[in-house]
């Protein structure tokens, strides 16, 4: 566990100030000069009230954070993750409330708050590249899992320039195909989400220019707008019926007043017929969202009713993980960037798929 105490004088910090952290450990063998770089997830915040109580956790100051263990795509068992075990592998911590975007150097004065999400994912990365030895990598992998997915989408191709054209660099996105719809009031209410999150942190500056060139930026916070100008190649992982876009997307709480969606929302086998009808559309629109198919771009879209699967062991490769087209999520993600197959699944409408873990992980 790395708190990056020098960061703090070029203003890179959390939300309260505090410095940037990130967990460490070595590769070894084959995969020391090899590297997965994971970023942690955890919404956002979109005003100084919202980000004030983050700086009472560990979702805005590295006061509270302590140290955890790597499992999943981070795990070091070559049994249980035998494409990346024996990498570098990192895990680079959330605590500014913007998918790492934001720079703003005015300090928030009323709540005393840093927006500087961006300041504290290039002083990480420079970090890994200068003093960790990063910058000789023959293999590369930025991932992340949710507000970390969407990160490694917006951050992919800024990712891969740090590093000389010999190097195989590519990303990987869990549970970060955040979906531009409607919610079931009619109303874009994930688009206010990133249009406020945008204006607050400062964003539109550090958000890709091959979508703010052509979109508003609060557009360039969703993928679909973002990865068909990507040079990068990218695998995207995401449940079709993603548990928190159905709770925050789909039906988030202004939409429904009367709290009819409140059971549906805790688990999609609560859902009565005409909302499992609607479940079922949202997912048509997401897939369709999708980018068109590609041999750089993998994907594994399962009909679970989850978010984030690459974290944890029993989802990312174990048995009893879930399969599609007989393919557990770990070997899919290791075949895709290895080159062993092109790997594209998309998964059979809920519920078909008996092997699905309905969780919520960051």
Not at 346 to 352: K, L
Request: proline share 6%; glycine share 8%.
């Amino acid at each position: 566990m790395v708190f990056l105490k020098n960061a703090v004088a070029k203003g890179a910090v959390c939300l309260d100030g505090s410095p940037p952290v990130y967990h460490f450990s070595p590769g070894s063998g084959s995969g020391a000069n090899n590297w997965v770089v994971h970023m942690e997830g955890g919404g956002w915040c979109r005003n100084a009230d919202e980000c004030a109580v983050r700086k009472g956790n560990f979702r805005g100051s590295s006061k509270f954070m302590r140290p955890l263990s790597f499992s999943g795509i981070l795990g070091g068992s070559q049994k249980f993750n035998p494409d990346f075990y024996n990498w570098n592998r990192v895990k680079i911590r959330y605590c500014d409330g913007s998918s790492f975007t934001g720079d703003v150097e005015a300090v928030e004065t009323a709540k005393n708050l840093y927006y500087r999400g961006f300041r504290v994912w290039r002083a990480i990365i420079d970090d890994l590249l200068t003093v960790r030895g990063m910058n000789k990598a023959q293999n590369a992998l930025l991932s992340g899992c949710s507000a970390g997915g969407l990160a490694a989408i917006l951050h992919c191709d800024r990712f891969h320039d740090l590093f000389p054209a010999t190097t195989k660099v590519k990303c990987f996105s869990d549970a970060g195909f955040f979906l531009d719809g409607k919610d079931i009031s009619g109303n874009n209410y994930a688009r206010s989400i990133y249009k406020n999150v945008v204006n607050l942190h400062g964003s539109a500056k550090n958000l890709p220019t091959s979508c703010t060139s052509k979109q508003s930026p609060e557009l360039c916070m969703f993928p679909q707008y973002v990865v068909p100008t990507m040079r990068t190649p990218l695998f995207i992982l995401n449940a079709a019926y993603d548990s928190w876009q159905i709770k925050n997307v789909l039906a988030p709480s202004p939409a429904d007043p009367k709290k009819t969606w409140a059971q549906c929302k805790l688990d999609i086998k609560n859902c009565s017929p005409s909302q499992l009808a609607t479940v079922q559309n949202f997912r048509t629109d997401f897939l369709a969202a999708l980018p068109k198919p590609s041999p750089s771009l993998g994907m594994f879209i399962d009909s679970c009713n989850a978010h984030c699967q690459s974290g944890a062991q029993d989802t990312w490769l174990a048995d009893g993980s879930p399969l599609v087209n007989k393919t557990q999520i770990g070997k899919a993600v290791g075949d895709w960037y290895f080159e062993r197959e092109v790997s594209r699944r998309i998964d059979c409408p809920y519920p078909c798929n008996p092997t699905c873990k309905n969780r919520e992980d960051d």
